[in-house]
């Protein structure tokens, strides 16, 4: 438990540097504050991914039956997302290869900002929905 707070404090501080480097990027419009924007993106992936594998690590699983469609449902939601935006930022990658200064395109970095807040958005309402509801199978075995 105290590894995930630590993970949460760590979000939170990366979410906060990606938007100041975005807000950089816009008013700046250099290639450094560009280049700082794409650099935080993998630490703030890695974060998130290792922030859902210590919350996989907490889930229980009280009923066979039950336990494994929880953790089947949020594995699913959290790794296609997480498959997605990996891709997206994959690709990004390998365009700017081809084709230089794409990543120096102020409508790519403000549109991946918002494929990035959908992510986190997805991954965090599973995590949250996939606790909610092992609380409650919890609070419905003891109460019987």
């Not at 700046?28 to 690590?57: A, G």
Request: proline share 1%; charged share 20%.
């Amino acid at each position: 438990m105290q590894k995930s707070n630590l993970i949460k404090k760590l979000l939170v501080v990366v979410n906060f540097i990606v938007v100041i480097f975005l807000i950089a990027t816009i008013i700046f419009n250099t290639k450094l504050t560009y280049s700082l924007y794409w650099i935080s993106i993998p630490v703030l992936i890695f974060l998130i991914v290792w922030f859902m594998f210590e919350v996989d690590k907490g889930l229980i699983e009280i009923n066979k039956n039950e336990g494994k469609s929880i953790r089947r449902s949020y594995n699913d939601i959290t790794v296609v997302s997480t498959v997605f935006y990996g891709l997206i930022y994959l690709g990004i990658e390998f365009i700017d290869m081809i084709n230089h200064d794409i990543r120096n395109n102020i409508y790519l970095v403000c549109g991946f900002f918002a494929i990035t807040l959908l992510y986190e958005l997805f991954v965090f309402t599973a995590i949250k929905s996939a606790k909610k509801e092992t609380s409650e199978l919890l609070n419905n075995k003891f109460m019987k």
